[in-house]
């Protein structure tokens, strides 16, 4: 929200979603404070009382933002609410908590910019010319509420949480886990974090987290974090290593696109990638189509099970020119997949 500072804004945010996610229900300060798992005592209730009143103060000097959410006297103080006929609690169906407060913090400047006439814009109208496309032709998964609702606390209070996971072979693990923070690919939510006493990061797909509960240990992650990157330059720099595993060997990769992939000229898959675009004659397969271009592409990269899904994804678009032994183990799976075509009668 405009005007806060950082930590005020954190936790505008979760107030935010708890009225949303408890629409209709009033609450006190206190039971704000409560709700949060502070203390309760007067240093807490005042600031929780002037994290409220800025909201508030936010929504009142904004009608064309208005977050919806109603004061109530109370015999102490007041309470606060979100009724379920609210526009906000609507979007709320909508789209994820952070495409809604994200555009309400922006105040919607691209739809008044675009549409003068639309100054009083409603947040429903925006959120109608928004579409997050899936990227698999599979159907999202479940996900256990109780689940997604621990986890998000813990990623909000750094703190340990005790799961259990199914893991991609089928078998139940039990991880005492640091939640850092949530990816978002495709339809697919993924927890990254730690197992305790472990360096390394784990991506864990949220609808395969069974149960959540929270622990008394709490830990600061820039402390328990080597490195120190923030979340989001850990993302922006691992590119499709993000998803690979740090037992992956690193690989020294060479690749070669045909009309394909032209994302990464703007998109890295590691910090010392390097892209050449080839054109016309230049091409190692030549082409009279004036809109026909090639790639090469070198990067360092780790070598798992989700680089080589992404590069099959690709087809005959994609040649792997080094290393030998990924370019050899990708030319077996498909003559033992045309093998498989050619023997079917």
């Not at 020294?252 to 009309?259: C, E, G, K, T, V």
């Not at 016309?280 to 090639?294: A, I, L, R, T, V």
Request: charged content about 25%.
């Amino acid at each position: 929200m405009s005007g806060f500072s950082e930590k005020s804004d954190e936790l505008a945010f979760k107030i935010v979603a708890y009225l949303i996610k408890n629409a209709g229900t009033v609450f006190s300060i206190s039971q704000l404070v409560s709700a949060f798992g502070y203390p309760i005592n007067d240093a807490n209730e005042r600031k929780m009382q002037r994290v409220m009143k800025r909201i508030c103060d936010y929504q009142d000097r904004d009608s064309a933002a208005s977050l919806a959410i109603m004061r109530t006297r109370l015999a102490a103080g007041y309470g606060y609410s979100i009724a379920k006929s609210a526009q906000l609690y609507k979007a709320f169906q909508k789209s994820r908590p952070e495409t809604v407060l994200q555009l309400l913090k922006q105040r919607m400047p691209l739809a008044q910019r675009a549409e003068p006439e639309l100054f009083n814009v409603t947040l429903s109208s925006l959120l109608d010319r928004i579409y997050v496309a899936p990227d698999t032709i599979l159907l999202p998964a479940p996900e256990q509420e109780d689940v997604v609702n621990n986890v998000y606390q813990a990623v909000a209070s750094q703190q340990y949480m005790q799961l259990s996971y199914i893991d991609s072979r089928r078998q139940q693990q039990q991880l005492c886990f640091l939640p850092w923070g949530l990816m978002f690919k495709g339809l697919t939510t993924y927890l990254v974090g730690k197992k305790r006493n472990s360096s390394g990061h784990r991506l864990l797909a949220m609808h395969r987290i069974t149960n959540a509960q929270p622990t008394e240990i709490y830990a600061g992650l820039y402390d328990e974090w080597q490195g120190g990157d923030s979340f989001q330059a850990f993302c922006q720099l691992q590119g499709v290593g993000f998803f690979a595993s740090e037992r992956d060997e690193v690989i020294n990769i060479h690749l070669r696109f045909y009309a394909s992939a032209g994302h990464l000229l703007e998109m890295q898959l590691s910090e010392d990638q390097q892209v050449t675009e080839y054109r016309g004659k230049q091409c190692h397969s030549p082409s009279e189509d004036p809109d026909y271009f090639e790639l090469e592409v070198k990067a360092t990269v780790r070598n798992g099970r989700k680089l080589q899904e992404w590069l099959r994804s690709f087809g005959s678009e994609v040649e792997v020119v080094a290393p030998e032994a990924l370019r050899n183990s990708l030319i077996g799976e498909l003559q033992d997949t045309l093998s498989r075509y050619q023997n079917k009668t």
